[in-house]
C-alpha cells in the first residue's frame, strides 16, 4: 500500500522540555541582524521616499503597443496625432516640472535667510538667556523653527533636483526615418513621446509632492516663529 505524503504523516508531538530547532535559531539571528538594515531602509524612504505612480499616467504600454494603437496611414492625421502627443507630454510632465522647481528655488532661498535668522537667535540663547526653565522654553522653540526650516530646505532641494533617472526620446532614432513612410515616422515618434512621458510622469509627481511637504514644513516654522518672539518678549519684560 503507497504511504501517505509527507504533509499527511502524523508525526509524535515534540516533548515540552526539547530545544529549539537549529533553523529556528539561524532564522531568529537572521532577524536580529536585519533589523539595522530595516531600519534604515525606513530612514532613507523618509528622507527620499519612492515616487508614487501617477494615476493620471494613460500611457503605460511598450513601444510596440502604442506604434498599433496609434498608426494610421494618413500623413496629415499622423501629424496631429505627433503634436497632440508633444502637448500631452508637455502637460503632464514639462510644465509640472518648471513650475515646481521655480517655486522649489523660491522655498530654497526663504529657507537659507530663515536659517541664519536661526542661528543669531542661537546665539542669543546661549549668551543672553539665563534659567534652566527659560533656557529650555525657548531652545525648544528655537529647534522647532530651525528644524522645520532645514526640513522646508531638504524637501525644496529634492523638488528642484532630477534625482531620478528620467526617460528621453532616443536622438538616433532619426537615422531609422529613411527607411519609414512619412505617417510612420510620425507615428513611431508620437509613441516615444508619450512612452517618455508616461514613464517621467511618476517623477513630476515626486517634485510636486516634495514641494508640498516643502510648504508644511515652512508652515509649521512661520507658525512656532510668533510664539518664540513671544516667549523672548516675555523673558525681556520679565528680566
Not at 519612492?50 to 504600454?61: G, I, K, L, Q, T
Request: charge should be positive; charged fraction near 25%.
Amino acid at each position: 500500500m503507497t504511504e501517505p505524503p509527507d504533509s499527511t504523516r502524523e508525526t509524535p508531538a515534540a516533548p515540552a522540555t526539547s530545544r529549539a530547532c537549529p533553523a529556528d535559531v539561524a532564522e531568529a539571528g537572521k532577524t536580529r541582524r536585519q533589523w539595522p538594515a530595516r531600519l534604515w531602509a525606513r530612514i532613507g524612504t523618509l528622507v527620499t521616499p519612492d515616487p508614487d505612480r501617477d494615476p493620471d499616467n494613460r500611457f503605460n504600454f511598450t513601444q510596440d503597443e502604442l506604434v498599433a494603437r496609434l498608426r494610421t496611414g494618413d500623413p496629415e492625421t499622423a501629424h496631429e496625432i505627433l503634436l497632440e502627443a508633444k502637448e500631452i507630454a508637455e502637460r503632464m510632465v514639462e510644465r509640472r516640472t518648471e513650475s515646481v522647481e521655480r517655486r522649489a528655488v523660491t522655498l530654497q532661498s526663504a529657507t537659507a535667510i530663515a536659517g541664519s535668522f536661526s542661528l543669531a537667535g542661537g546665539t542669543l540663547l546661549v549668551t543672553q538667556v539665563h534659567g534652566r526653565p527659560w533656557q529650555a522654553l525657548i531652545g525648544l522653540l528655537l529647534l522647532w523653527v530651525t528644524a522645520n526650516l532645514g526640513l522646508c530646505g531638504w524637501r525644496a532641494t529634492q523638488a528642484a533636483s532630477s534625482i531620478h533617472r528620467w526617460s528621453v526620446v532616443r536622438h538616433v532614432g532619426v537615422l531609422e526615418r529613411s527607411g519609414q513612410t512619412l505617417a510612420e515616422a510620425r507615428i513611431e515618434r508620437a509613441a516615444q513621446v508619450l512612452r517618455a512621458a508616461g514613464w517621467n510622469a511618476r517623477y513630476a509627481r515626486f517634485k510636486v509632492t516634495m514641494l508640498r511637504r516643502a510648504g508644511r514644513h515652512l508652515t509649521r516654522a512661520t507658525l512656532g516663529l510668533p510664539v518664540l518672539v513671544a516667549a523672548a518678549v516675555v523673558y525681556a519684560l520679565r528680566h
